[in-house]
């Protein structure tokens, strides 16, 4: 209950807010009587609902206080509530901080977990050459770090772990070797070099079962450098990656037949300053760019021919990665030096004339055409042309009456003694081409057989001689130089025709790999059907005068210059002589001798459905006046100049007038230089005719360029190599060049766009030191 006496004093007493209070209640009271009201089922007077309105009142004043209170507890504990999800939000961040701390550590232990995993099987050998040991693979780096080569090592072998060699299979020069579970061995090597700055690493395998060949790929492509080396392919490749061929037996064969050229070495340089190197006795298969798969690759395997002949019981494959600063340091470093030891004087003086000196090959298709009024007859055209020099005549087989006989055709050449020693008062030197064949028509095949001085059929205890087929011959046997019977026989004959004739060489005609009987067996197991010619020129180079041979696969003892393959008589047969003697250059092949003027047949294989290396090249016919003239120009240039077709046959006065000034470049600025690089090639054993890289091989523009070359390092020749142009591209590497046509000073280090070469010039720069100026 509520009281309502002394309210004054009452308000005096209550603080200021008791006094609202109380203002409150006086308006409640001051409110006048309600009636009697029924509340629930109960009658109430006016006082009594008025008491009860009093205390609900009260009531309700208390919940609005306590509302009040709430509210303001609430709005108290807000900014406690703010900062406590602020607590919260800053625990969540840190925790999720913590939890990508902690998986940045696990990825950072687990990266450097597998890379010191991959160091560990990527193990460094000899400081530049790191081999993984389970994907095989290689890395040769520079002394920078950067790659040099990079490849795959044991294409095929599905084994991954390899092992350390049992201490009984290790080799006595140090070598590193691993094993693959009883599979194959790997040796690896570093070689010491005559130069320090080339190093060489050797690769060997072994393998230990059967079926299985060891096969290395290395990267090729743009920015792998340039592949040089090998030989000449058959789809004329310079430089060598350009080409695209599956594997096949790196031996000597005819390139519109096989896969290689008639003269191959183990020899593969790199623009990057690597060069490899593989063992001769090595089963040597090789593919490029195989389905276009950017990998140049080196394999082992025997085979039912090439490489039929054993020595290990299983393929091996050994070779040599060399490395230097630069290519031309390698290829320098790598090159046979001293030819010249051993060389006589009279040596000497055959090179210097077949450098000076035109060949006069005599134009005989078959040996009706070959007579000795022929010879005597030529040889006056050549006399009365009264500008050209005289020099080699060249006399090819058909002198014989049977391949083999190795004795004058008595009824073709009567008095051919006579005649020879006419050629020789007019100053002519005589030369005649051998086969080491022997048709089975001719009088001295019995005698062969007799005596065992034949290649014999594989597996018939020598009883058998082996038959093959080659140019005209359609059965012959082949005279086998590694029994040393054979040896005095060949050479009492060929004393006898030089005795008899004074002939002053010979040119040596072995074929190629591929002309050897298929199932051969010499009396000294070769390593290949190849070595045959090597085995040859070992024996006989030394007593026996010879100026040329048709086939190699090392570098023949001077005087003899390497001839190119025969080319066909055409515009596609002229553009494939530079790159063919770019190539042969590059594997260490300095003297050579392309073919005639003109071509060396003419021959439509486009028409013919297969094309086999037996068949016999006729002469061609007079060539185009045109093609005729850039051929001569090019050949101006070249180390030796050979004709079949004499420029007076056109009887042309432009022809005549277009030959008599190439002779005069040739005698008075090409000779010399010639002759002057032909020295050094003795020395160095680096070509007389020279891609233009080895004059700067940093030149990036001299990498691809096949349609020039250089006189070793005084003189660029740039020949026009289609019908009908009158003008091209050139490049001049640095230096000050002179104009061959119009004696103007060239600034090296660039191309001339469009040059102006009319029919009867050819464009060629002659080097001047770099201060020369007008």
């Not at 250059?585 to 392309?594: A, E, R």
């Not at 002759?675 to 940093?698: C, H, N, Q, V």
């Not at 390092?713 to 061959?740: C, F, H, N």
Request: hydrophobic share 35%; proline share 6%; with cysteine.
């Amino acid at each position: 209950m509520l009281q309502y006496e002394d309210e004054s004093s009452e308000e005096e007493q209550q603080p200021k807010s008791a006094k609202a209070k109380s203002l409150f209640r006086h308006r409640r009271g001051s409110i006048a009587p309600l009636p009697a009201l029924r509340l629930n089922d109960k009658e109430m007077m006016a006082n009594d609902f008025d008491a009860q309105s009093i205390m609900s009142n009260q009531n309700s004043i208390t919940s609005i206080n306590s509302l009040a209170s709430l509210l303001k507890e609430k709005m108290q504990n807000v900014p406690a509530m703010i900062r406590k999800k602020k607590r919260e939000t800053k625990d969540y961040k840190l925790r999720v901080f913590v939890g990508m701390l902690f998986l940045i550590i696990v990825f950072l232990v687990g990266y450097a977990y597998v890379m010191y995993n991959q160091k560990l099987l990527a193990k460094s050998y000899f400081e530049s050459v790191k081999l993984h040991k389970k994907t095989r693979g290689l890395r040769i780096l520079d002394p920078k770090g950067n790659d040099l080569l990079t490849g795959n090592l044991a294409i095929g072998l599905k084994i991954d772990k390899p092992y350390n060699c049992l201490p009984e299979d290790l080799r006595d020069d140090g070598s590193v070797c691993y094993e693959w579970n009883s599979m194959v061995r790997l040796y690896m090597n570093l070689e010491k070099t005559a130069v320090p700055e080339v190093k060489c690493y050797m690769f060997s395998w072994e393998t230990l079962v059967d079926n299985f060949y060891p096969t290395d790929c290395f990267d090729i492509g743009d920015d792998r450098g340039f592949w040089y080396g090998g030989g000449l392919t058959s789809g004329i490749d310079y430089p060598l990656g350009k080409a695209s061929f599956d594997f096949a037996p790196f031996i000597t064969g005819d390139i519109n037949v096989q896969q290689w050229g008639n003269a191959v070495k183990r020899y593969f340089l790199n623009s990057k300053g690597i060069a490899i190197q593989v063992d001769e006795q090595t089963p040597l298969y090789i593919s490029v760019n195989k389905d276009n798969n950017n990998k140049f690759c080196l394999q082992g395997r025997n085979d039912n021919f090439a490489f039929v002949n054993k020595f290990s019981k299983y393929p091996q494959l050994n070779y040599k990665v060399c490395t230097g600063p630069d290519m031309k340091t390698v290829h320098n470093g790598l090159t046979q030096k001293s030819l010249w030891d051993g060389l006589t004087e009279n040596d000497n003086a055959v090179i210097k004339s077949l450098l000076r000196e035109p060949v006069w090959q005599i134009p005989a298709a078959n040996q009706a055409q070959l007579t000795e009024t022929a010879i005597y007859n030529y040889t006056e055209n050549v006399i009365a042309s009264g500008y050209l020099r005289l020099g080699h005549v060249f006399v090819n087989e058909y002198w014989q009456k049977n391949i083999g006989d190795f004795k004058l055709d008595a009824e073709r050449f009567p008095t051919l003694e006579d005649t020879v020693k006419i050629l020789h008062r007019r100053g002519f030197r005589i030369s005649i081409s051998i086969q080491l064949f022997i048709s089975t028509e001719s009088e001295n095949f019995l005698e062969a057989v007799t005596k065992k001085l034949l290649i014999y059929e594989r597996e018939s205890e020598r009883s058998i001689p082996a038959l093959t087929r080659y140019k005209s011959l359609a059965s012959a046997g082949v005279l086998d130089i590694t029994n040393n019977a054979t040896i005095p026989w060949v050479r009492n004959h060929l004393q006898k025709i030089t005795e008899t004739l004074g002939i002053d060489s010979f040119y040596i005609d072995f074929g190629n790999a591929y002309s050897m009987p298929r199932y051969y067996q010499c009396s000294t197991t070769l390593n290949n059907p190849d070595q045959y010619k090597s085995i040859f020129m070992e024996r006989f180079e030394g007593n026996l005068n010879i100026f040329g041979v048709s086939s190699a696969i090392s570098v023949p003892r001077p005087p003899a210059f390497l001839s190119l393959p025969p080319v066909n008589s055409s515009w596609s047969g002229l553009q494939t002589i530079i790159p063919t003697l770019l190539s042969y250059g590059v594997i260490g092949y300095p003297f050579l001798m392309p073919g005639p003027v003109g071509g060396d047949f003419l021959l439509p294989t486009e028409k013919l459905k297969k094309m086999y290396s037996f068949y016999p090249l006729d002469m061609p016919p007079l060539p185009e006046v045109e093609l005729y003239i850039r051929w001569l120009q090019m050949a101006t240039f070249l180390p030796v100049l050979r004709f079949t077709h004499l420029p007076s046959e056109y009887k042309n006065e432009t022809v005549t007038e277009i030959a008599k000034e190439l002779s005069t470049i040739r005698l008075k600025t090409v000779v010399p230089m010639l002759e002057k690089y032909a020295s050094e090639a003795m020395d160095e054993g680096l070509p007389i005719i020279r891609p233009l890289w080895m004059m700067d091989s940093t030149d990036v523009n001299c990498l691809f360029i096949d349609d020039e070359f250089s006189i070793g390092d005084g003189m660029i020749v740039a020949p026009i190599l289609y019908r009908s142009d009158t003008s091209r591209e050139v490049y001049l590497p640095q230096g000050v060049w002179k104009d061959g046509i119009d004696g103007s000073l060239r600034k090296g280090n660039r191309w001339i766009h469009n040059y102006h070469v009319p029919q009867n010039k050819v464009a060629y720069f002659v080097k001047m030191p770099d201060n020369t100026r007008f």
